[in-house]
C-alpha cells in the first residue's frame, strides 16, 4: 500500500508553555485531519520551545574547562558550559567540530544544542529533557483530544560518521517500536536465516523531513499509511550499549 | 505538497542479464505508471544480480588473510576472501562482525556482500561495481522507455555507529543533488547564518524501504511529489573524504 508524508502547515511560532498537541490538532483539523495509525513526525526544536529548554546564553557562567575547550573549538565559552553540561562526555574534538554523548545517550554535534539564531540575546535552544516522555505526553494529548491512536516521533537532525550531508533521525518515540525484524528468504537448506532489523522509527523521521524541509517553516509531518508495530516504544532502545559499540 | 511513496509490486526474480530498467516500466505501466520528477529507488540486490555480481564462493580460493581473519571471525574463508578483494581495508573486527571500506568507499558490514541465501550452492551477491554508473544507466533506459526525466537512487541497508538497527541508504545515484542546503532562520543581527546540509538521497532510499520492507518482496518504489535538485548526482559524493572523517 502506498504511503503519503503530509506536511502540517499552519503550526505557529512556539513558545515557552504552549500546548504542541493543541496546536498539531488545530493544524489537522484545518487540513488533513488526524487518522488512527498515523505516524505524527514532531521536529525537536517546537517541543523543546515548548518546554521552556530554551535560555540566554547570559545565565550561564563557564566553567575552567569551559573556557579551554571554547577556545580549542572557537566557540563561545558560556555556549561550550552548556554542551558540557548537557553531556555525558566528549567524543571526538577537532577543530570546531565537537560530537558529544548527550545525557540521553544520543552522540551528535554540540549536544543537540541549537545556536543557530543566537542574536545578541544569545537564545539558544537545548533538547528535549527526556524526548520519549515528549513524544508520550503528544500522543496522550493528541489521543484525547481526537480519539485516534497515534505514534509520535520526535525527530532532529544529526550528522553521522562516514557519510556528508545530516539526516533526521528520532529522538523520542510513543506509541510504536521502533524497530522491525525482517526475515529472509526461507531457507530449505539449513542455513542460518539472515534477520534485519530495521530502525522504522529513524527511517521515518527521515522520510518526515522530505516535507518539513526548510529548516523550521514545517515543523510537523503526518506519516499516513505505515503499518508499525504498536508498542510502547522508546527512542532510548535505539541507543547503542556503550560496550557494544565499536565507534566510540 | 504531500509526498507518495508507492511500492512497486510485479518485479519477477531477477537473473543475470535481466534488464531492470525494462522490469521497473513494465511493472510501474501495470499501475501507478512512472511521471516526470518521481524518484525511483531501487535495492541493490536486484541491480547486482542483473549485473551478474553474483557468484559461488566454490569459485573462490581464499589466501592465507582470509583464513586467518576468517578464522578470527567465525566465517567461511572464501566469504572473507571476497570481502577484502571489494575493500579497501579492515576498518573494526570485533568478534564475528567486520567492518570494512568498499572499493567504492563506503563503510559496511561485509563489503556489502550479502551471503544470506548461501546454501549448499554457496552463492552470495556483491555490490554493483559502480552503483552511480548502475542508477544513470537505470534512469536513461526509463527515459528512452517512456520519455520521463526521473532521479534514480540505488540503496541499501546498513549499519551505523551508536544507535541499532539498519537504515536503508543511497549508494548510487542519477538526476539529483543527494544534498539539499537549508539556510536557517533571517539573522538580522549580522551573526553567521546557519547552513544545514541535508543528505535527501538517504532521505528518500530511508523513505522508500517503508514500503519495501519484508527484504526482497518489494524492490523497488516510486516516490512521488519530491521537488528534487535536478543534476548528475552521484553517491560517491555522499563518502566522506578520509581526512575529513573522525570515525575511521
Same mark, same amino acid.
Given at each position: #500500500?502506498? $504511503?503519503?508524508?503530509?506536511?502540517?502547515?499552519?503550526?505557529?511560532?512556539?513558545?515557552?508553555?504552549?500546548?504542541?498537541?493543541? #496546536?498539531?490538532?488545530?493544524? !489537522?483539523?484545518?487540513?488533513?485531519?488526524?487518522?488512527?495509525?498515523?505516524?505524527?513526525?514532531?521536529?525537536?526544536?517546537?517541543?523543546?520551545?515548548?518546554?521552556?529548554?530554551? $535560555?540566554?546564553?547570559?545565565?550561564?557562567?563557564?566553567?575552567?574547562? !569551559?573556557?579551554?575547550?571554547?577556545?580549542?573549538?572557537?566557540?563561545?565559552?558560556?555556549?561550550? =558550559?552548556?554542551?558540557?553540561?548537557?553531556?555525558?562526555?566528549?567524543?571526538?574534538?577537532?577543530?570546531?567540530?565537537?560530537?558529544?554523548?548527550?545525557?540521553?545517550? %544520543?552522540? *551528535?554535534?554540540?549536544?543537540?544544542?541549537?545556536?543557530?539564531?543566537?542574536?545578541?540575546?544569545?537564545?539558544? *535552544?537545548? $533538547?528535549?529533557?527526556?524526548?520519549?516522555?515528549?513524544?508520550?505526553?503528544?500522543?496522550?494529548?493528541?489521543?484525547?483530544?481526537?480519539?485516534?491512536?497515534?505514534?509520535?516521533?520526535?525527530?532532529?537532525? %544529526?550528522?553521522?560518521?562516514?557519510?556528508?550531508?545530516?539526516?533526521?533521525? !528520532?529522538?523520542?518515540?510513543?506509541? #510504536?517500536?521502533? %524497530?522491525?525484524?525482517?526475515?529472509?528468504?526461507?531457507?530449505?537448506?539449513?542455513?542460518?536465516?539472515?534477520?534485519?532489523?530495521? *530502525?522504522?522509527?529513524?527511517?521515518?523521521?527521515?522520510? !518526515? =523531513?522530505?516535507?518539513?524541509?526548510?529548516?523550521?517553516?514545517?515543523?510537523?509531518?503526518?506519516?499516513?499509511?505505515?503499518?508499525?508495530?504498536?508498542?510502547?516504544?522508546?527512542?532510548?532502545?535505539?541507543?547503542?550499549?556503550?560496550?557494544?559499540?565499536? %565507534?566510540?
Amino acid at each position: #500500500m502506498a $504511503l503519503t508524508i503530509i506536511p502540517l502547515a499552519g503550526i505557529p511560532e512556539v513558545r515557552p508553555g504552549d500546548d504542541v498537541a493543541r #496546536m498539531i490538532v488545530d493544524a !489537522a483539523n484545518a487540513g488533513s485531519g488526524i487518522e488512527a495509525g498515523d505516524v505524527i513526525v514532531v521536529t525537536q526544536k517546537i517541543v523543546s520551545k515548548a518546554e521552556g529548554r530554551v $535560555l540566554s546564553l547570559d545565565t550561564v557562567t563557564p566553567s575552567p574547562e !569551559a573556557e579551554k575547550l571554547a577556545a580549542e573549538t572557537e566557540k563561545d565559552p558560556r555556549l561550550v =558550559e552548556l554542551i558540557l553540561r548537557e553531556s555525558r562526555g566528549v567524543v571526538r574534538q577537532r577543530g570546531p567540530v565537537l560530537i558529544t554523548e548527550t545525557q540521553h545517550g %544520543f552522540i *551528535c554535534a554540540n549536544a543537540g544544542i541549537d545556536a543557530s539564531n543566537v542574536g545578541p540575546e544569545g537564545i539558544v *535552544c537545548l $533538547l528535549p529533557e527526556d524526548p520519549d516522555a515528549s513524544a508520550r505526553n503528544i500522543r496522550d494529548a493528541i489521543r484525547t483530544a481526537t480519539g485516534a491512536d497515534v505514534a509520535v516521533i520526535i525527530s532532529d537532525t %544529526f550528522g553521522r560518521p562516514w557519510r556528508e550531508g545530516h539526516t533526521n533521525v !528520532a529522538i523520542g518515540v510513543a506509541g #510504536m517500536l521502533p %524497530f522491525v525484524d525482517y526475515v529472509g528468504q526461507t531457507d530449505s537448506h539449513g542455513y542460518e536465516l539472515r534477520v534485519t532489523t530495521i *530502525c522504522a522509527a529513524d527511517e521515518l523521521a527521515a522520510a !518526515a =523531513e522530505l516535507v518539513q524541509n526548510k529548516l523550521d517553516a514545517v515543523p510537523v509531518a503526518i506519516v499516513r499509511g505505515y503499518p508499525y508495530v504498536r508498542g510502547e516504544g522508546a527512542a532510548r532502545e535505539i541507543v547503542r550499549d556503550r560496550e557494544k559499540d565499536l %565507534f566510540r
